[in-house]
């Protein structure tokens, strides 16, 4: 593993690495590498937070849709309108589940959600270049505002009737799901339809259609038989004690 991370470091496939091996009671061994970005000015060290980023889509989403389908519970050519109504109509009814896993639905790449949240001075949630104000990396040359607040309209820091608990101190307004829905329609682009374009709104679509399919029981069993084997469901870091501003965004481009 070492050779082959250090490999890979000169070939830039990424400035650096943090790499761990162990089980659920030991760490076997661990070492850093590289740094954070290709200016090398900011090390690997044990205290670097990586995003996850798109790793959710390989450890969730698509990890149930490949075992809805071998147990022939799922086809890929079912389009979004069979299973979400709230599509019918629009231009991604008949997107395919197939065009949404490789990317090729036309989707636009990255949909932004400002109802959600919007600077506590007031001013733009993001920015082209880091400052001190906008020090959080989100995209590519995007930064996103210190200083952030929930509009308490459509998100909540406490249980409020009717609203859906997302995180361990998150509850969101259903209403929200209309909002998503409203820009990923927005964001299509039947022109590039067939044509791979990376995406992230490729997730929002499909998982409602794995609710359709019994989605809850197949997490727990694949939970189950996969993620608490390993023990990383021992490992949660409590939000509270993050420094998001040390949190490196993994899906930044060389």
């Known amino acids: 593993m070492d050779s082959m991370i ?8 990424f400035p650096g690495a943090a790499f761990l091996c162990g ?3 030991q760490t076997l061994y661990t070492h850093n590498y590289g740094d954070l970005d290709y200016t090398h000015t900011v090390p690997v060290t044990d205290s670097t937070l990586y995003d996850v980023a798109s790793c959710t889509k390989v450890l969730s989403t698509t990890f149930v849709l490949m075992r ?7 086809s890929l050519e079912r389009t979004v309108g069979e299973f979400l109504p709230r599509f019918a109509g629009t231009p991604l009814t008949t997107l395919t589940i197939q065009e949404l896993l490789t990317h090729t639905s036309g989707l636009k790449p990255t949909v932004v959600y400002p109802d959600l949240i919007k600077p506590a001075h007031g ?4 920015n082209g270049h880091r400052n001190e104000q906008y020090p959080y990396l989100v995209d590519q ?11 308490s309209v459509y998100l909540s820091g406490v249980p409020r009737p009717g609203y859906r608990q997302i995180a361990d101190s998150l509850w969101v307004n259903p209403s929200v799901d209309t909002i998503m829905a409203r820009k990923i329609i927005r964001s299509y682009d039947p022109g590039r339809r067939g044509r791979y374009l990376y995406n992230d709104s490729r997730e929002h679509v499909p998982a409602p259609a794995n609710r359709r399919t019994n989605y809850r029981s197949h997490t727990r069993r694949i939970d189950r038989r996969t993620v608490c084997r390993t023990g990383v ?3 949660r870091i409590p939000a509270a004690r993050m420094d998001l501003a040390r949190a490196y965004c993994t899906d930044r481009k060389r």
Do not use: P, W
């Open 6 to 13: 250090r490999r890979e470091l000169s070939a830039r496939a």
């Open 141 to 151: 040359n995007l930064y996103m505002v210190r200083n952030v607040v929930q509009d």
């Open 233 to 235: 469901y021992r490992h």
């Open 23 to 25: 089980t659920a009671d």
């Open 123 to 126: 001013g733009k949630l993001f």
């Open 68 to 74: 809805l389908y071998d147990q022939k519970k799922i």
